[in-house]
């Protein structure tokens, strides 16, 4: 057997052959190339959090057989792909001498007036459903179809199916700006971008002065922001943006109560009760140890509730009523579950443990609404006030001539026992997580605790979830990053109980999942990121460039066999920074503070020693690759603490010499802040997601005057590639 090859006796084994039916890898070959085969227990558990009873040999055949004959028995796979400009050939499964037909209905309701031509096929057998022989034919989609999500209904005799057909171009188009150049940004979490007028946190009045004073004083076209999506109604609130409640939902606690249109209709004193709150807790803004959300979530959302009371126009009335329209089931869902939180507890109280007792079908939760209308409709209001003020930033943020804006982040997935795992379950994997498999930087491997969905799900359902998720995204941004886009390919699932080095890749329909990201960003004339760092095939990378989709490039990662490349033989289709939100700013990794945290929090698997003659190998070769490509000279390389600074200016002017199409810088960077974001692998051990922006001297950064600090000014300057 070849080291990274399955045996022919593995191979021909029935449960080997049931996971790879199911959409399961049974082997990988991880970041250091090393080769696992999965183990059996392993794989049957993962095979029943799709579902699918592998327990016995006679389940396993039973399982097989059910898979096939609903795959074969089916005349039309339930979701089927086009592009735009080529003729598709759909998949039929018909009897012997039948010949299939088809229509199809446009996502307008009308009905598509090309012709539909069907193609026999070879008659070769294809499967044998209830003693029935069934062949493979197929139905030809012309190449004009327009763009959109229509249905595609096939006939064969007397049986009628339907399809999702989603008809998305081959790859989204650059913007003009990126055809023969590059643009620029910042990259910010915005929790830790704090003003003066600021309720402790970040909220999304800082954020549209951001991008406001990003374009005019710096000339920056995009800010990359953490995920926004919605979270608890109540503390305590979950730190981690990349742990939300529903991505299809704002997190509203980053509302700015003063910028409610209705704040104008408040009397004197309820404007008194609001000015009281808000300086009981303005004090926050200038701490620079830790954000405080809880704190600041007891005092504004006092502040909501006055707001919420006193009204509106019936204008504004309409509007409102208008958005929880169209805002349907997320919407209630969400609301629902906030309303359940704010009289129950939190979900994880194992006292009361509502979440386990009750759907959103049950005579409790339904009393329960019926009793409290006025804080139902309260977190309804809450959502539509959050909406309303990212999308006036993004609004902003295009008026100031951004030519992107704000480019929004999507999170693997949601906590799990968040809003969408509680009122629709189905859509869910149940007893696995997502994570990571051991590499490089987590040497224990990764568990992030969120419930995958279900790919089987998907596909019965059209995408549909994935579907309006990322087109509302795009309602509120110029672009859009996907954390972890290895996860449109496949996902490491973890069974229940066990560790994150004990799991299972699942694969996904990576065509369908970029073809509706192509579609959405076509329409709203955006762009899309994918994360794609750690383990990953190097086939995702070339599939994402030809989806016009970019990668991301990060100057530390950049590197091979201990050597770092030259910035000129990066991707171009790539979004290019120094760092990420998981490692030290630039001044921290260079001082190593990422050994140090290490060592601190237990993380490492050797001794420190041992990490630390690694950390230093990794930074002497990338001066030596700064030095090689003419950044930096002998000086600044042989007396590196003198040149901290020279040496992260260097490798920011690297980044301009780089072919990618977006270059982003960190606002940490640019203010000296040394401490990182998050610590992977770590929960409370460290302040996660708390960090405040500050300088090198642990000095608070104010958002109000920070475009016209000197060391912002000139890392700006390098990002425009001024001499």
Not at 274 to 291: D, H, Q, T, V, Y
Not at 500 to 514: I, N
Not at 580 to 593: F, N, R, S, V, W
Request: proline letters at 5%; aromatic letters at 8%; glycine letters at 6%.
């Amino acid at each position: 057997m070849s080291e990274r090859t399955e045996s022919e006796e593995r191979l021909a084994r029935p449960l080997i052959q049931l996971a790879k039916l199911a959409g399961i890898a049974t082997s990988y070959v991880g970041m250091s190339r090393d080769y696992h085969e999965i183990k059996d227990d392993v794989l049957v558990a993962v095979l029943g959090a799709l579902g699918i009873d592998a327990s016995s040999d006679a389940a396993i055949r039973q399982s097989t057989k059910q898979i096939l004959n609903e795959r074969y028995g089916r005349l039309v796979a339930p979701t089927v792909l086009h592009n735009v400009g080529s003729e598709s050939h759909v998949l039929v499964n018909v009897g012997v001498t039948d010949v299939p037909s088809a229509t199809i209905t446009l996502e307008n309701g009308e009905p598509y007036r090309g012709v539909i031509l069907p193609d026999a096929g070879d008659g070769s057998i294809a499967h044998t459903v209830d003693d029935r022989f069934v062949v493979t034919a197929s139905v030809v989609v012309p190449a004009d179809l327009p763009e959109g999500y229509h249905t595609l209904h096939v006939t064969v005799g007397d049986r009628t199916e339907d399809a999702m057909l989603i008809s998305a171009p081959a790859k989204v188009e650059l913007l003009d700006e990126m055809k023969h150049g590059h643009l620029w940004g910042w990259m910010a979490q915005l929790y830790s971008l704090r003003s003066s007028k600021s309720w402790g946190v970040g909220d999304f009045e800082d954020l549209s002065n951001l991008l406001i004073e990003a374009k005019r004083k710096t000339g920056a076209d995009f800010t990359l922001i953490n995920p926004v999506h919605a979270a608890e109604p109540v503390s305590p609130l979950t730190p981690s943006p990349y742990l939300p409640v529903s991505r299809s939902l704002v997190n509203f606690t980053y509302i700015r109560p003063e910028a409610i249109e209705e704040y104008r209709l408040l009397g004197a004193e309820s404007l008194d009760e609001i000015r009281k709150l808000f300086e009981s807790i303005e004090p926050l803004n200038n701490k620079a140890e830790k954000i405080d959300r809880d704190v600041m979530w007891h005092a504004k959302m006092q502040a909501l509730w006055i707001i919420f009371k006193a009204g509106r126009t019936s204008a504004r009335q309409r509007e409102f009523a208008d958005f929880c329209a169209k805002s349907g089931e997320d919407l209630e869902a969400y609301a629902t579950w906030c309303l359940c939180y704010d009289k129950w507890g939190s979900a994880e109280d194992v006292a009361t443990n509502w979440i386990h007792r009750y759907t959103k079908e049950s005579p409790e939760v339904q009393a329960l609404r019926e009793q409290f209308p006025d804080t139902l409709n309260f977190y309804r209001w809450l959502e539509w006030i959050a909406t309303e003020q990212l999308d006036r930033a993004q609004r902003n943020a295009r008026n100031a001539g951004m030519r992107i804006g704000v480019m929004a982040d999507m999170a693997v997935g949601v906590h799990p026992l968040s809003s969408e795992v509680w009122w629709c379950p189905e859509r869910f994997a149940k007893g696995a997580t997502v994570g990571a498999p051991p590499d490089m930087f987590n040497q224990q491997g990764q568990d992030w605790s969120q419930p995958p969905l279900n790919p089987i799900y998907l596909d019965r359902t059209g995408y549909k979830v994935y579907r309006d998720m990322v087109h509302n995204m795009f309602t509120h941004a110029g672009a859009v990053r996907i954390d972890h886009i290895l996860g449109l390919f496949r996902l490491w699932w973890i069974p229940s109980g066990r560790k994150a080095d004990d799991g299972a890749y699942v694969h996904y329909d990576s065509d369908v999942m970029l073809g509706i990201l192509a579609l959405e960003a076509s329409r709203a004339d955006g762009v899309v990121v994918g994360e794609d760092l750690g383990v990953v095939p190097a086939h995702v990378a070339s599939s994402l460039s030809s989806h016009g989709l970019l990668g991301c490039a990060v100057e530390w990662f950049e590197q091979f066999d201990g050597t770092f490349r030259s910035p000129a033989d990066w991707r171009e289709y790539a979004l290019a920074s120094v760092n990420t939100h998981d490692l030290p700013p630039a001044a921290g990794y260079l001082e190593l503070e990422h050994v140090k945290l290490r060592e601190r929090l237990g993380l490492l698997e050797g001794p420190k020693e041992d990490f630390e003659r690694s950390a230093m190998a990794e930074q002497n070769a990338m001066i030596t690759m700064l030095l090689n490509n003419g950044y930096i000279d002998k000086e600044i390389a042989d007396h590196r603490e003198e040149h901290e600074k020279d040496i992260i200016a260097a490798q920011y002017r690297a980044l301009n010499g780089s072919p990618c199409k977006l270059l982003a810088a960190s606002i940490t960077d640019a203010v000296g802040e040394k401490r990182t974001q998050n610590q992977p692998g770590t929960n409370n051990e460290y302040p996660n997601w708390r960090v405040p922006l500050a300088d090198a001297e642990g000095n608070t950064v104010l958002l109000d005057t920070m475009f016209d600090r000197a060391d912002v000014k000139e890392l700006a300057a390098i990002m425009r590639n001024e001499k």
